[in-house]
């Protein structure tokens, strides 16, 4: 048995790469591919990767098309775009995975960390913060994912196991590393990449948007407010965000202890490996796979925590994939 499923945004980055892991996932039909597009275009032309074998034409976004043939529909539209449509969807009864920002944080911290009044504010607390290895009894049962964001997914899976141990008022410092293919295909920090421009920047300190995020989910574990500071980082490579986290700890916890809890906590988790004492991640054995390599050590009154992920797949389609996987009953690796 197959279901239906719908990619809005299908000619972007993370577009696809749904569509990519669609076309071998055994429980899964494409039957609507669409974006903003000037005539409509068999998939396979448009993604070189996909040649001879995605043969449906994508089209211009019409919804109603889109509800006559879906039963599940991805949103892989950038931020305040989502939002126009999400409900439309869901009032059809569709199920909805948003790749965006637009349903993970309340609509007044949307307002101030996005600049736009939020305009489907009802749904914001239908939807479920789409990270399995939290969250996975709510995924099941949810209608509307609001698929993390990549900085947050490599943040906050390398930051929970520890939470307990994070020393009161203490501050957590994220330095991470993106891919150029975070900020989308059209994105000016893309296009000077591919014309050879090779450069490596920090930038938004403080001021990023997935900042709020990572707050969020992380004082939500802790029951306390959490406080955390982000710097993010562009590298001169194409996919993989590397994150080091500085998390400041109480009393002397041995590394042995932590590393114990880390690989406790995990241990069923099928996307999330743990590396041994001494060894730390790399983006090499991440990217092109749904996979989070988390690697730590104590240093000080420190426990520095190195984690390591493929933005457009665990960081968005894979986990998006793996969210609709969990809703719909299916092997939760299938296609991944
Ligand atoms: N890139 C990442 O690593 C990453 C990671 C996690 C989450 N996300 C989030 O995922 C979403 C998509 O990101 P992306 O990197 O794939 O962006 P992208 O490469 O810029 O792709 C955006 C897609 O949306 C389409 N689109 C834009 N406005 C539209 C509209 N009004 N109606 C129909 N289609 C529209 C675009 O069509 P055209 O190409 O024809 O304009 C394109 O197919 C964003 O919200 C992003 O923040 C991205």
């Not at 059809?92 to 995975?97: M, P, Q, R």
């Not at 964001?149 to 490599?154: D, E, H």
């Not at 590397?242 to 002397?252: Q, R």
């Not at 996979?291 to 389609?317: E, P, Q």
Request: glycine share 6%; with cysteine; proline share 4%.
């Amino acid at each position: 048995m197959k279901i239906k499923v719908g990619v809005v945004g299908a000619t972007g980055y993370t577009g696809e790469e749904i569509v990519k892991i669609l076309t071998r996932h055994k429980n899964v039909e494409i039957t609507s591919l669409s974006a903003i597009i000037d005539k409509p275009t068999k998939f396979s032309d448009l993604c070189e990767e996909c040649k001879d074998t995605v043969d449906i034409i994508c089209k211009e976004l019409d919804t109603l098309e889109v509800i006559g043939a879906c039963e599940l529909v991805f949103l892989a539209l950038p931020h305040t775009i989502s939002m126009q449509f999400a409900g439309q969807f869901l009032k059809a009864g569709k199920k909805v995975i948003d790749l965006s920002a637009d349903y993970r944080i309340d609509d007044k911290t949307y307002k101030q960390w996005y600049k736009k009044e939020h305009a489907d504010k009802g749904n914001i607390k239908n939807a479920v913060y789409g990270l399995p290895e939290l969250y996975r009894k709510k995924i099941k049962k949810a209608s509307l994912i609001a698929n993390p964001g990549c900085y947050p997914t490599a943040t906050i899976l390398a930051v929970v196991p520890a939470i307990e141990a994070l020393k009161k008022n203490g501050t957590i410092i994220v330095d991470a590393k993106s891919g150029v293919s975070g900020a989308g295909r059209n994105s000016p920090v893309v296009l000077s990449f591919l014309k050879g421009d090779h450069d490596a920047k920090a930038y938004k300190i403080s001021e990023h948007q997935h900042q709020p995020e990572m707050i969020k989910i992380l004082s939500d574990v802790a029951n306390r407010d959490v406080k955390l500071m982000f710097t993010p980082h562009v590298i001169p490579t194409l996919r993989g965000i590397l994150a080091t986290i500085y998390i400041p700890i109480e009393g002397n916890l041995k590394e042995e202890m932590i590393f114990e809890k880390y690989k406790e906590f995990y241990k069923n988790e099928p996307f999330v490996r743990v590396c041994d004492i001494g060894k730390l991640p790399s983006l090499k054995n991440v990217v092109n796979t749904n996979f989070c390599d988390i690697g730590l050590k104590v240093a000080d009154k420190y426990l520095v925590v190195v984690s390591c992920i493929d933005n457009l797949l665990k960081g968005a389609a894979g986990q998006a994939v793996q969210n609709m996987n969990i809703m719909c009953g299916f092997e939760e690796k299938e296609g991944l």
